[in-house]
């Protein structure tokens, strides 16, 4: 909801403010402004379900690459910042010695958001299997990983 509301605040703030000084009716610049932030959310979706079935393409490939590139991307950032938080710095103290590996922030950024996509998708993945599992007024047993 944040990235909505930020892209809004960037892109539509600007044009809010030309919709207030170029319309008198405050009726009309008020279903302007809605139009366009609909628009702005449509869009947005769209751009989101797109991204989500190339993940979804790519976790159902045929080949054992395709389906693991990201997890194998992810495992190597994470033992960059492990090396340079954990390992290095007890090397340093203990031996004197320890490489501190560079991690350049878009890498950083993409660790930040491959883990959050994780943890929202573990998430989708039980919500959607407790609203299967509803029958009857009960609530069935579900996958508890």
Do not use: C
């Not at 054992?64 to 997890?71: A, G, I």
């Amino acid at each position: 909801m944040n990235m909505i509301k930020n892209i809004l605040g960037t892109v539509a703030g600007p044009v809010f403010e030309v919709i207030d000084k170029a319309v008198t009716d405050k009726d009309q610049a008020a279903r302007l402004k809605a139009e366009l932030q609909r628009r702005l959310i449509d869009q947005q979706d769209a751009g989101l379900k797109a991204r989500m079935q190339v993940v979804l393409a790519e976790a159902t490939g045929e080949s054992w690459l395709q389906r693991n590139w990201r997890p194998i991307l992810m495992l190597v950032i994470v033992a960059i910042v492990a090396n340079n938080y954990l390992l290095a710095p007890y090397l340093g103290a203990m031996f004197g010695v320890g490489l501190h590996l560079e991690l350049p922030e878009p890498l950083w950024n993409l660790m930040t958001l491959g883990v959050g996509g994780y943890i929202a998708g573990r998430s989708g993945e039980k919500i959607a299997g407790t609203l299967k599992g509803k029958r009857g007024g009960f609530l069935e047993e579900t996958d508890t990983r």
